[in-house]
């Protein structure tokens, strides 16, 4: 007989909002390797918005500098409309939340185990769940 995981044990499907190729990689491996699944990565604000529509994202994770002018809380702000929650993952980490549905940030850098708790804390949490620990890598937004 098999039991339904954990929350904390049970893979999500996530949406990387980052511009530079090789942080969006570091995010994917480090994400994947806990079971996560990356339905798409975007470097935009139409591709998060045409990502975050397409497909079944349990979270988004959206820097808040993307290349081109183009603004990561803008995307962040869409996708929560959309009803998908959000983490920001970034350097410049803003001071809150233009959306209910927009949770907290992650600081770069960042450790990978960091990163993967702060994503199950964020949706456990957007699931209405008392997250099974809160990382001092995720700073929430109240």
Same mark, same amino acid.
């Given at each position: 007989?098999?039991?339904?995981?954990e #929350?904390?044990?049970?893979?999500?499907?996530?949406?990387?909002?980052?511009? /530079? $190729? &090789?942080? +969006?990689?570091?995010?994917?491996? $480090? =994400? *994947?390797l806990?079971?996560? *699944?990356?339905?798409?990565?975007?470097?935009?604000?139409?591709? $998060?918005?045409?990502?975050?529509q @397409?497909?079944? !994202?349990?979270?988004?994770? %959206?820097?808040?500098r &993307?290349?081109q002018?183009d603004?990561?809380?803008?995307? @962040?702000?869409?996708? +929560? /409309? =959309?009803?998908?929650? !959000?983490?920001?993952?970034?350097?410049? %980490? #803003?001071g809150? $939340?233009?959306?209910?549905?927009? =949770?907290? %940030?992650?600081?770069? #850098?960042?450790?990978?185990a960091? &990163?993967?708790?702060? !994503? !199950? +804390?964020?949706?456990?949490? @957007?699931?209405?769940? +008392?997250?099974p620990?809160?990382? *001092? @890598?995720? *700073?929430?937004?109240?």
């Amino acid at each position: 007989m098999f039991e339904d995981p954990e #929350p904390e044990d049970r893979p999500l499907n996530l949406l990387i909002v980052e511009d /530079e $190729a &090789l942080i +969006a990689m570091l995010i994917e491996d $480090a =994400l *994947t390797l806990h079971g996560h *699944t990356i339905v798409g990565t975007a470097d935009n604000v139409q591709e $998060a918005i045409a990502l975050g529509q @397409a497909g079944d !994202v349990d979270l988004a994770l %959206c820097d808040v500098r &993307l290349a081109q002018g183009d603004s990561g809380v803008d995307a @962040a702000v869409k996708l +929560a /409309e =959309l009803g998908i929650p !959000v983490i920001y993952l970034s350097g410049n %980490c #803003p001071g809150r $939340a233009d959306h209910r549905l927009i =949770l907290g %940030c992650v600081s770069k #850098p960042f450790h990978t185990a960091a &990163l993967h708790k702060s !994503v !199950v +804390a964020a949706h456990s949490i @957007a699931a209405g769940a +008392a997250p099974p620990m809160i990382p *001092t @890598a995720l *700073t929430l937004y109240s």
